[in-house]
């Protein structure tokens, strides 16, 4: 294996690296990390960030494939159908980026709410629903991804209030939810601090995963909502109650 793609790989695994820390481990100098990893940036596998790079990812999820091609697709259908069975009518709800908060947005079929949403394509499947009122947080496009942030998103979020956030979740970890990047760390924070109460919906593939930034705090939500494949004693040690569903089989 290229050294290229070593780092390709452990930034895959573990999120952002320093420049720094790739020279020290592959026992380069630093201008020929660089050129790796502007060819990496080049190519699509990784995102440049100030002193590294990072995992090609939107809101500090890891890479996801498309919606559509995706082979934990039925377990986030399953977990967004339970998610907007706890969303009530006449509420506000705020749904994080992610494929998962899409299945949530898919999954609403309520005749009086407002959603608000910073991701292009969450935002989309509700501006389908004309019962539903779609609230779209502006800002900047992150890297590789559908999801806005910056300045402007997190003053939009400062005049408002919600009922419900729902937060995707790139990596489930004993002490909170994890991100590969911390591009959008401040504004999902913002998020949280504007709702009465929030839920995490990520399926069992994410948990245990490593990742370098803390986004939250268990103690941030009501519950998390996975899937049965999630072993219902490691899911019952957790200080937060965990909602496991099934998949139906089609």
Known sequence: ????????????????????????????????????????????????TH?????????????????????????????????????????????????????????????????????????LEISTKPQINLVFIGGELLPTSTSMWGPASIQQLDTMRVNVAVFGAGTVMDDGIYAASSYAIELKRKMRSIASEAFFVADSTKFGREALFKVFGFESFTAGITDDTLDPIRAARFPVPLIRVTPRKD
């Open 1 to 48: 294996m290229s050294r290229r793609q070593q780092i390709a790989e452990l930034i895959e695994q573990r999120g952002f690296q320093s420049v720094t820390t790739l020279a020290q481990r592959f026992a380069v100098d630093s201008s020929t990390i660089r050129r790796d990893l502007d060819r990496l940036a080049a190519d699509g596998v990784v995102v440049r």
């Open 51 to 123: 002193g590294g790079a990072a995992a090609p990812a939107g809101a500090g999820e890891q890479a996801e494939p498309p919606p559509d091609h995706d082979p934990q697709l039925p377990e986030k259908r399953a977990i967004g159908a339970a998610m907007a069975e706890r969303i009530h009518e006449g509420q506000t709800v705020l749904l994080d980026s992610g494929t998962t908060c899409l299945e949530v947005a898919r999954a609403l079929h309520h005749n009086r709410l407002t959603v608000v949403t910073n991701d292009l394509h969450v935002g």
